[in-house]
């Protein structure tokens, strides 16, 4: 007997492999597909979506992918595995994407024969998307001048392709290597960790999807997995699984939060969060630092902001 049948699932309930029956469609994915779609319905031409590790960004690019239909878009998406590609290969790959046969090595002709596709796609009455996940690795300015270039390329009244961007939040400073590319942002949206009560409903959401008939974890339990996965949905999924894990081994029926914080020492959690502290308190004695120092020389700043740290029990 393995966890899943120990606790009567039919199904994993935290894996980290994507799955699209357990999209978990809280307030801020909600907004954030709203607005993909919206800007990608107006072939707005350029949107962009960051998100720290493990938010859910490869997530919603596929969701948007699938929301796709063959019968007006023509919707591609490319993941970039490294930072060492060129700015010929990335457009070899977008016009291959796209439809091209036998793409040419010469960059001008290239670019004909990506036109002349875009072209074709628009007289069928669709609309060429692209969604580029992974693309913090697009890291030279060459790149984001190639993609520049293609997003000239228009008819009157509209843009024929439309890229919609998923990265880190480096990326955002990769744009910004072609200030051109730049200002053409139409849209850009930003991925947060869930808060505590979203975080207890994405843990509900996944136990119900796999077959669970109550709430496997204790009130406790939950507010430690928040703590240490800093809402990260990706770092819940992993804490989740190992603790269910190791209460099937118990011989118990509910998590409780000794075996959470036995897992996230385990797992190495406790001192990424004690850096993660460190690293904020850092940053609060330097602004405070300043904001003293200002308020001594120029008289400007009256009052000076405290932060005050959570107890940790």
Not at 17 to 37: C, D, G, W
Not at 122 to 141: F, H, N, S, V, W
Not at 300 to 311: A, E, W
């Amino acid at each position: 007997m393995n966890y899943l049948s120990y606790f009567g699932f039919k199904k994993e309930p935290f894996s980290n492999a994507p799955m699209r029956e357990f999209y978990y469609n809280s307030k801020q994915h909600s907004q954030a597909i709203l607005r993909l779609v919206y800007s990608v319905q107006a072939m707005k031409g350029l949107a962009i979506l960051t998100g720290e590790i493990g938010t859910g960004k490869t997530t919603l690019a596929r969701r948007l992918l699938e929301s796709l239909g063959d019968d007006l878009y023509v919707a591609k998406m490319l993941v970039i595995v490294h930072s060492k590609i060129t700015p010929l290969w990335l457009l070899k790959r977008i016009s291959m994407q796209l439809g091209v046969q036998q793409p040419a090595d010469e960059k001008l002709t290239l670019l004909n024969q990506l036109y002349n596709q875009l072209i074709k796609i628009y007289k069928e009455g669709k609309k060429a998307i692209i969604l580029i996940d992974e693309a913090q690795m697009l890291q030279t300015r060459e790149i984001m001048e190639e993609i520049r270039g293609i997003l000239n390329m228009e008819v009157p009244g509209q843009k024929l392709v439309t890229f919609v961007l998923f990265g880190l939040k480096e990326l955002e400073q990769n744009i910004h290597l072609d200030e051109p590319l730049a200002q053409r942002v139409a849209l850009k949206f930003s991925l947060e960790a869930l808060d505590l009560p979203s975080a207890e409903n994405y843990i509900k959401h996944r136990l119900k999807l796999s077959g669970a008939k109550r709430m496997l974890f204790t009130e406790e339990a939950v507010k430690i997995i928040h703590k240490y996965s800093r809402g990260v949905p990706r770092l819940i999924n992993t804490i989740c699984d190992n603790a269910l894990f190791e209460t099937f081994l118990n011989h118990d029926n509910v998590v409780k939060s000794k075996v959470i914080l036995q897992v996230c020492e385990a797992l190495g959690l406790e001192y990424y969060l004690k850096e993660m502290e460190g690293s904020v308190q850092q940053k609060n004695r330097v602004s405070s630092a300043k904001s003293i120092t200002y308020a001594d020389i120029d008289k400007l700043i009256s009052d000076v902001s405290k932060t005050t740290k959570n107890d940790d029990e």
